[in-house]
Each structure stands twice: as structure tokens, then as C-alpha cells.
């Protein structure tokens, strides 16, 4: 089942001690191109998400949204800068010494200084956070290729419907083809006989017009390639793969032999046909630049 460019997902879960918020959407792009959006703390994620997503999404401009509240008092590291603090105590007791000052030093007094003390929260065990993060990403991306896959029948039908069109036009086309060559015989034996009157007229001279004639307009290898692109078109759209960029170059494919028959075409309902084929293959080729 083709799958649209085009999606969205979204999952929420409360995982020891955290409230998780992951978002997925994506646009058309003619490549796989992700954006992440996660707290500056949590950046190292961003390679674990890509390689999650890869696995789902061959194409597509992808935002991917992962938001972390903590849930529980998260601990915190408070450490001393043991070279800043002796150096605040050697300069007091200078002070002390130089003034003939009481040297009145305590611990409280020396934390109180700039910098002697920092607080920062305690690391993160990456491992353990993409444990309780990835099933919650999973979950999104899940209900992201879900709506995907959604979107994907719906221009799978489109496309197909499209497919049906021309080859009904294809159908009277091959049906159409010979009788312009008939039609080319009788009026020019019409017009043979009103030049020469009643001059023999030889035949064989009109069956030789009428071959180059026919060999002039002759659409057969076109249709049978067409009829080959359009079941073509059938298979690859009932592939699980990533067909976007296979079926682009098909409809190039179906475009080019359309605009020879219409190249060939020496009749006006043919042409008409033709013209017809031409726009189911534009509108085709507007919907599958949605495939992935």
C-alpha cells in the first residue's frame, strides 16, 4: 500500500517521572529530511530519533516534537571549587594578619562567596531516558503512518481512476486508428477518379499511398506501451515500497508516448483523445508528487 507524503502523529505518556509529549508531521520533499524539536539537555536523542523514524519513512520533510516534564523533584549535584575556597581562606587570613584582625572564618562564610559553590542537575543515563522516550515515539509514529497509509489509498484510487480514463481512450484509439486508414483510401480513389475521369485508375498505386499512409499514423508500438506503463502503474501502486520517485518517472513515460500518437494523429477525434489522455496524465502526475 502506497503511503501519502503527508501525515501526522501524535503520542502522550506518563513514564516514571516524566510526562512525555511526542509530535510527528510531515510535508512532501523529495528526500527523507528531519527536524527535531527537544530540550537543549536532551540533544543526544536526536540520532536515536532519526534512526526510529528511518525505519518508517523513506520521504518527506519530517518535524519531529518531543516534549519532557518532569514529574518528580529531579536531583541535583552541588559541587565545591575546592581551589576558589582555599584561596578565599588564604586572602582572609592575609587580611587578618595585615589589619591585625580576628580571623573569623567558617564554612558558611566561605560558601557564601561568588562561584564557591554550583548546583547542577544530576547526569542523565541516556540509555535509561531512551528506554522510557522510544516506546512513546513508537506510539507516534505508528498513528503518523496510520494516517499516511489513510491518505495513500485515497490517491492510490484517485490515480487508478485516472489510469481507467486513458486506457478507455487508448482503447478507442486502437479502435479508431484503422478506420482513418480506410477512410484515407476511399477519398483518395474519390479523388482519383474525379481527376481522371474515366481513365483507369491503378489500383495498386492507391494500396501503395495507402501503406505509407498507414505506416505515417500507425500508433500500435504506442498504445501496446502505454497499455505496459499503465499496468505498470497498477503494480507499483499496490507495492509497500516507496514508489513516488518510480511512478514520476513512469508518468514521464506515459506523457511521451501520448504526445507521439498526438504527433501522428491525422484525425480530429483522435486528437481529441489524445488530448484527453494528456490531461488525466497531469492531473496523475499532480497526485503522486504526494506519494511517498
Same mark, same amino acid.
Given at each position: 500500500m502506497v503511503k501519502s507524503m503527508t501525515g501526522f502523529g501524535r503520542a502522550q505518556a506518563s513514564v516514571e517521572g516524566y510526562?512525555?509529549?511526542?509530535?510527528?508531521?510531515? #510535508?512532501? +520533499?523529495?528526500? !527523507? $529530511?528531519?527536524? @527535531?524539536? /527537544? &530540550?537543549r539537555t536532551y540533544s !543526544?536523542?536526536?540520532?536515536?530519533?532519526?534512526?526510529?523514524?528511518s525505519t518508517q519513512i523513506a520521504r518527506g520533510k519530517v518535524e519531529c516534537s518531543l516534549q519532557l516534564e518532569a514529574t518528580a523533584d529531579e536531583s541535583v549535584?552541588?559541587? #565545591?571549587?575546592?581551589? /576558589?575556597?582555599?584561596?578565599?581562606?588564604q586572602a582572609i587570613k592575609e587580611i587578618s594578619e595585615k589589619f591585625n584582625?580576628?580571623?573569623?572564618?567558617?564554612?558558611?562564610?566561605?560558601?557564601? !562567596?561568588s562561584d564557591v559553590l554550583s548546583i547542577?542537575?544530576? &547526569?542523565?543515563?541516556?540509555? $535509561?531516558?531512551?528506554?522510557?522516550?522510544? &516506546?512513546?515515539?513508537?506510539?507516534?509514529?505508528?498513528? !503518523?503512518?496510520?494516517?499516511?497509509?489513510?491518505?495513500?489509498?485515497?490517491?492510490?484510487?484517485? %490515480? /487508478?481512476?485516472?489510469?481507467?480514463?486513458i486506457i478507455n481512450n487508448v482503447s478507442y484509439i486502437e479502435e479508431r486508428s484503422p478506420e482513418t486508414v480506410k477512410q484515407?483510401?476511399?477519398?483518395?480513389? $474519390?479523388?482519383?477518379? @474525379?481527376?481522371l475521369g474515366d481513365t483507369q485508375i491503378d489500383e495498386a498505386r492507391i494500396l501503395t499511398e495507402a501503406a505509407v499512409y498507414a505506416d505515417? %499514423?500507425?500508433?500500435?508500438? $504506442? *498504445?501496446?506501451?502505454?497499455?505496459? +506503463?499503465?499496468?505498470?502503474? +497498477?503494480?507499483? /501502486?499496490?507495492?509497500?515500497?516507496?514508489?513516488?520517485?518510480?511512478?514520476?518517472?513512469?508518468?514521464?513515460?506515459?506523457?511521451?508516448?501520448?504526445? *507521439?500518437?498526438?504527433?501522428?494523429a491525422q484525425d480530429v477525434d483522435i486528437a481529441r483523445r489524445v488530448i484527453d489522455i494528456k490531461a488525466e496524465v497531469e492531473k496523475i502526475r499532480e497526485q503522486i508528487q504526494n506519494i511517498e
Open positions: 510526562n512525555i509529549t511526542v509530535e510527528i508531521r510531515s #510535508v512532501n +520533499h523529495r528526500y !527523507f $529530511e528531519l527536524y @527535531t524539536k /527537544l &530540550p !543526544f536523542l536526536e540520532e536515536k530519533i532519526k534512526s526510529l523514524l549535584v552541588v559541587a #565545591v571549587n575546592e581551589p /576558589l575556597a582555599a584561596g578565599y581562606v584582625l580576628s580571623e573569623d572564618v567558617s564554612a558558611l562564610s566561605i560558601a557564601r !562567596f547542577s542537575k544530576a &547526569p542523565v543515563d541516556e540509555d $535509561e531516558l531512551w528506554a522510557k522516550v522510544s &516506546p512513546v515515539i513508537s506510539a507516534a509514529l505508528e498513528d !503518523f503512518v496510520s494516517m499516511r497509509q489513510v491518505e495513500g489509498e485515497k490517491l492510490s484510487k484517485d %490515480v /487508478l481512476s485516472r489510469a481507467d480514463i484515407y483510401s476511399e477519398k483518395l480513389l $474519390e479523388r482519383m477518379k @474525379t481527376v505515417k %499514423v500507425a500508433v500500435a508500438e $504506442e *498504445t501496446v506501451r502505454l497499455r505496459s +506503463h499503465i499496468d505498470q502503474l +497498477h503494480q507499483l /501502486l499496490a507495492s509497500d515500497e516507496a514508489v513516488g520517485r518510480k511512478l514520476d518517472f513512469l508518468v514521464q513515460e506515459i506523457n511521451r508516448e501520448a504526445n *507521439t500518437i498526438g504527433s501522428k
